[in-house]
């Protein structure tokens, strides 16, 4: 009689084992993350000017891969300090360029894909992802929409610098944004980046009227 | 004879669509007229070619893959096959999707040379044909036309093959910083005027299976999921995975993983 007791919780957590096995996972999601890594550095293969090199990840982007792009605050801050460091100001501490040269930028979606030659200069890719000027109908919605972006925030120096500063290293505000670094990855140069905060804090600019 | 003009047609028609895009009704206009033409997907000559392909003796060996190809339903058997891979296949240790499948077939039983298959596996925008292996893999696919799709994901193997995948997915690097996620990891987000599938979600992951192989109207060609991969890869500025790697079969096994029970329509159609 004591044993038929202890035998069914045994075979129930037996079953409950078996189904566990049979169902889900069987390692961790860090080891899924270092089988994932050693793939990606066996499986794949440099072309064009994307080299083997832009597998590995850097500081940053480790700390949000570990961390389902949610780093614990401790790191998070001392990494938020070192993306903000990366930001070269101009020189001239003048941040407005030409919006009509801005838009032309914002619209190309080239650049450092294998198929691009590497000596052409890349694009913003900005319409890939955000509703800007008030004539383009085609945008993407991964990132909000900018329409009157200069209208809402108002064209302070210091909004200059701060969207100056967002385009040239998004992580410095938002560590693990989906926005690429354009300053920081040398996508884009100092005037390339005025032309674009030109675009969007210009009160002249479509995106502002 | 009748199946030719249907296909002319179909090609004469599509020509005239893709400058229209860009805008909301263009993308409704290109749904409706998309359903219409799945009745007369360009695919099927791809099919057709892929059956022909399957049958004959081919390569050093002079074997057909009718006779010598296992795609885990029995030698020869194509019927519900592509919707139950990627599976583990003991004869190559290994968990593979339909196309790296084939291509294992080709070069271990009919003993073509895997680089002579990987040096061009994918239609070109300016080539007149598709290379062999995307008619073998369109013929394949259209063998489960109306079956849900079932891969083996209570097998171990399949899922470690999709747990790795998922976290591929998730892998930031690059001068963007892109992951296969940046784009696809949410719902109702659009690069332009592309809607993007999530395919973390069961309807994102089909739209993801359910397209490739697809017959691509822009530059009239057949392509594979395999090159859909390598496409998303030059897009997110990595390296290039390699043709009919581990890497890839993993990426095919988390979006079918994710699909499964889904019902599968055949050969897709795209813009």
Known sequence: MKNYIVTIPAAVAVTALLAGCAGGPSRSEAEYRQLALDTIKRDFQAKGQAKYERLTADELQQACNAHANNPPPELAAKLAGAQLATVKLPADDKYLGDWK????????????????????P???????????GPNESSFGTVGPSLLGYGKTRGNSPEMQKYTYSKIFNAKAF????????????????????KDLVALLLDPASPVNK | MKRSIVMATALTVTWSL????????ANAEFEKFRAEMEESNP??????????????????KNVSLAESCDLGQGIGKVEGAWVKMPRYFADADAVMDGERRIVWCMTEKQGFKFADIAKKPFQGANDNNAPDITNLVTYVASASKNMKFDMPLHDDKVRDAYETGKAMAAYRAGPY?????????????????????????????LRGVQGWPGYRMTGGVMLTSQWRMNDCFRQQRFPEPKYASQAVTNLIAYMTGNANGQMYKGPGIKR
């Open chain 1, 101 to 120: 040269s801005g838009e032309k930028i914002a619209q190309s979606g080239r650049g450092f894909t294998w198929s691009d030659k590497a000596e052409n």
């Open chain 1, 122 to 132: 890349a694009g913003g890719n900005c319409y890939n992802c955000h509703q800007i």
């Open chain 1, 174 to 193: 938002n560590l693990c944004s989906e926005m690429p670094r354009f300053g920081h990855a040398g996508a884009l140069n100092e005037k390339q980046i």
């Open chain 2, 18 to 25: 893709p400058a229209a895009a860009q805008t909301k009704d």
């Open chain 2, 43 to 60: 695919a099927e000559l791809f099919e057709l070619k892929g059956e022909e392909l399957w049958k004959a003796k081919r390569g050093p």
């Open chain 2, 177 to 205: 910083d892109f992951s296969c996620n940046t784009c696809h990891g949410a719902d109702g987000k659009r690069i332009r005027m592309q809607n993007l599938p999530n395919l973390s979600s069961p309807e994102g992951a």
